[in-house]
């Protein structure tokens, strides 16, 4: 491909060199650098890559595109100044995949809580319809059956074109996946074209990067102002950021609600441990979930699933055949009675709700034992209010370490413990090693009792000082019941 074609969608400052020149990749890490690539360059969070422009040139690009010019220019290379790199990217990578996103019916989903799920369950729901399909999810990426390790939430616009494409190759009809916050903010989904948009839910996550919750909620705007005129928004009438998020998209709004009229409607009936029966839009349907936020879940995705043409009564038929997604709400059942459940729970909200859904199902009948920690390198703020919820609804607490990454894990215990007063501290104990938390958590429940075990949910490592060792919720629980599979 010619540099020239990939630069149809953005307009340079300056260009120097021949606009010719072949491509053979675009690239925002030198050191994937090949023969003829074109090196983006970023300015960062941590560097600017624009540092590494000589050592991209040296593994082999033909041509670079930079917001600074550089001052030497190496004789045969191409070097494009635009005023934004970062919003220039995605744009060239769409071009250079063959703009991907405009050949499948994609759908995004963005907000605190709940994306994983609600992409995983539409593309696990489109593919018992019969239409092949990609995931891109913070647990893993699929093109059909083939599972891609996921790094991140939402990839970088390179990866996510190239995933893109792949789909595209494998005839995939359509693709899912989560916004994150971070990829709004930084334009990784720059130039992408969404057939829809969901929003969940907004509280309090990553302040340690956006600073304010008004940039945080900004963020996750700018996905629905993005919409075009063609796609569908749709949006969570029960949160008090639902409609702020939609109100300046040129798409389709359409709402949902489990407390008041809205276009997709639902309400439990009845709940249990095995799941609950709702009314969907006066329609009654059983299905394999628990907890109220998983109402609003379900009907992100059955309205979803009806803006992309299907018949209500068809997709509740599927709806009732989908099961939890691998780390949220996992019930394990230890031989002697009581239910551990594995959770992604890892913010203030999702820990209130989730013990909201224990506690609709137990119904005083047994006591909860929660064990939680808080990432390391992560907003600080959240951990002393994470605390206070997990005590709020518990009987007991075993506060531990999540993934401490660069923190000493006692320090951020001690971030957590500082939000709760003397009378709280009763009901909970510290233990550093994670395995030693869930272990005595065991030896403490009763027949009846419930163990929450929250901020891992699919995660089957614990990093460390830059090193993620083995670890996996299930697996360790799984152990200590000495059953080895689900
Ligand atoms: C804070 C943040 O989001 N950082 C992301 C950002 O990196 P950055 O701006 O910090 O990059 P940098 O390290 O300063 O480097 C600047 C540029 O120099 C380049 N470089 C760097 C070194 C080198 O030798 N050569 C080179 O070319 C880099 O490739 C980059 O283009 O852009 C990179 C490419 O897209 C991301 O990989 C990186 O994610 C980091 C690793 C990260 O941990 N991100 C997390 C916070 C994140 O994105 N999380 C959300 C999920 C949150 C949620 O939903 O809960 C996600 O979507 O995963
Ligand atoms: N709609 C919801 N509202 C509130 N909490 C939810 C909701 N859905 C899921 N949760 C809780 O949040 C946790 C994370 O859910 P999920 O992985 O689906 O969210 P996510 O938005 O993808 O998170 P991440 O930002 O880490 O990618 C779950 O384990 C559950 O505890
Ligand atoms: N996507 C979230 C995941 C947090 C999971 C939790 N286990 C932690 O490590 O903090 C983040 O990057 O903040
Ligand atoms: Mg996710």
Same mark, same amino acid.
């Given at each position: 491909?010619?540099?020239?074609?990939?630069?149809?969608?953005?307009?340079?400052?300056?260009?120097?060199?021949?606009?010719?020149?072949?491509?053979?990749?675009?690239?925002?890490?030198?050191?994937?650098?090949?023969?003829?690539?074109?090196?983006?360059?970023?300015?960062?969070?941590?560097?600017?890559?624009?540092?590494? $422009?000589?050592?991209?040139?040296?593994?082999?690009?033909?041509?670079?595109?930079?917001?600074?010019?550089?001052?030497?220019?190496?004789?045969?290379?191409?070097?494009?100044?635009?005023?934004?790199?970062?919003?220039?990217?995605?744009?060239?990578?769409?071009?250079?995949?063959?703009?991907?996103? +405009?050949?499948?019916?994609?759908?995004?989903?963005?907000?605190? #809580?709940?994306?994983?799920?609600?992409?995983?369950?539409?593309?696990?729901?489109?593919?018992?319809?019969?239409?092949?399909?990609?995931?891109?999810?913070?647990?893993?990426?699929?093109?059909?059956?083939?599972?891609?390790?996921?790094?991140?939430?939402?990839?970088?616009?390179?990866?996510?074109?190239?995933?893109?494409?792949?789909?595209?190759?494998?005839?995939?009809?359509?693709?899912?996946?989560?916004?994150?916050?971070?990829?709004?903010?930084? +334009?990784?989904?720059?130039?992408?074209?969404?057939?829809?948009?969901?929003?969940?839910?907004?509280?309090?996550?990553?302040?340690?990067?956006? !600073?304010?919750?008004?940039?945080?909620?900004?963020?996750?705007?700018?996905?629905?102002? *993005?919409?075009?005129?063609?796609?569908?928004?749709?949006?969570?009438?029960?949160? !008090?950021? *639902?409609?702020?998020?939609?109100?300046?998209?040129?798409?389709? $709004?359409?709402?949902?609600?489990?407390?008041?009229?809205?276009?997709?409607?639902?309400?439990?009936?009845?709940?249990?441990?095995?799941?609950?029966?709702?009314?969907?839009?006066?329609?009654?349907? *059983?299905?394999?979930?628990?907890?109220?936020?998983?109402?609003?879940?379900?009907?992100?995705?059955?309205?979803?699933?009806?803006?992309?043409?299907?018949?209500?009564?068809?997709?509740?038929?599927?709806?009732?055949?989908?099961?939890?997604? #691998?780390?949220?709400?996992?019930?394990?059942?230890?031989?002697?009675?009581?239910?551990?459940?594995?959770?992604?729970?890892?913010?203030?909200?999702?820990?209130?709700?989730?013990?909201?859904?224990?506690?609709?199902?137990?119904?005083?009948?047994?006591?909860?034992?929660?064990?939680?920690?808080?990432? *390391? #390198?992560?907003?600080?703020?959240?951990?002393?209010?994470?605390?206070?919820?997990?005590?709020?609804?518990?009987?007991?607490?075993?506060?531990?370490?999540?993934?401490?990454?660069?923190?000493?894990?006692?320090?951020?215990? #001690?971030?957590?413990?500082?939000?709760?007063?003397?009378?709280?501290?009763?009901?909970?104990?510290?233990?550093?090693?994670?395995?030693?938390?869930?272990?005595?958590?065991?030896?403490?429940?009763? !027949?009846?009792?419930?163990?929450?075990?929250?901020?891992?949910?699919?995660?089957?490592?614990?990093?460390?000082?830059?090193?993620?060792?083995?670890?996996?919720?299930?697996?360790?629980?799984?152990? $200590?019941?000495?059953?080895?599979? +689900?």
């Amino acid at each position: 491909m010619k540099l020239q074609d990939l630069l149809k969608n953005i307009q340079p400052v300056e260009i120097a060199g021949d606009v010719e020149t072949e491509v053979t990749g675009v690239n925002i890490d030198s050191r994937k650098i090949k023969d003829s690539h074109l090196f983006v360059a970023m300015k960062g969070t941590q560097v600017d890559g624009h540092k590494f $422009i000589p050592k991209a040139i040296e593994l082999g690009a033909k041509s670079i595109l930079c917001e600074d010019m550089p001052e030497e220019k190496v004789e045969g290379v191409t070097y494009v100044k635009v005023e934004s790199t970062e919003d220039a990217v995605g744009k060239v990578a769409t071009l250079f995949y063959g703009d991907p996103s +405009k050949k499948l019916k994609l759908v995004g989903v963005t907000g605190t #809580n709940g994306k994983t799920t609600i992409a995983t369950l539409l593309y696990n729901m489109f593919r018992k319809f019969g239409h092949k399909c990609g995931l891109l999810s913070t647990v893993c990426n699929y093109i059909e059956d083939e599972a891609i390790p996921a790094d991140h939430t939402t990839p970088d616009p390179i990866e996510l074109n190239l995933l893109l494409s792949k789909m595209v190759e494998a005839g995939c009809e359509y693709a899912f996946m989560e916004c994150s916050s971070h990829a709004i903010a930084q +334009k990784r989904i720059g130039g992408l074209t969404f057939t829809g948009g969901i929003f969940t839910n907004l509280t309090r996550d990553h302040l340690d990067y956006h !600073k304010t919750f008004e940039n945080y909620r900004n963020a996750k705007k700018a996905f629905f102002d *993005g919409l075009p005129k063609s796609a569908f928004a749709i949006t969570n009438a029960d949160d !008090k950021n *639902g409609m702020i998020m939609v109100q300046n998209t040129k798409a389709t $709004i359409k709402t949902y609600s489990t407390r008041s009229m809205a276009d997709f409607k639902a309400r439990i009936l009845e709940c249990h441990f095995g799941g609950m029966y709702l009314d969907v839009d006066g329609r009654e349907v *059983g299905v394999q979930f628990i907890g109220k936020f998983n109402v609003s879940n379900l009907l992100a995705v059955y309205g979803t699933a009806i803006m992309l043409g299907k018949k209500p009564e068809d997709v509740l038929v599927v709806l009732s055949t989908l099961h939890s997604v #691998n780390g949220r709400l996992e019930p394990i059942q230890s031989p002697e009675g009581y239910t551990a459940i594995v959770d992604y729970a890892h913010t203030p909200d999702a820990l209130e709700n989730v013990l909201n859904a224990i506690h609709e199902v137990l119904n005083g009948k047994g006591e909860v034992i929660t064990v939680c920690g808080a990432g *390391g #390198n992560r907003d600080k703020g959240k951990r002393p209010l994470m605390a206070q919820e997990a005590v709020k609804q518990s009987d007991k607490v075993i506060i531990t370490s999540d993934n401490p990454r660069f923190e000493e894990p006692q320090d951020i215990i #001690n971030d957590m413990l500082a939000g709760l007063n003397e009378q709280q501290m009763k009901k909970v104990i510290s233990i550093v090693d994670r395995k030693e938390a869930i272990r005595t958590a065991c030896m403490m429940a009763k !027949k009846g009792d419930v163990i929450l075990v929250a901020g891992k949910g699919h995660e089957d490592y614990q990093e460390i000082k830059g090193v993620k060792h083995h670890f996996d919720d299930k697996e360790v629980i799984r152990g $200590i019941f000495g059953i080895n599979k +689900k």
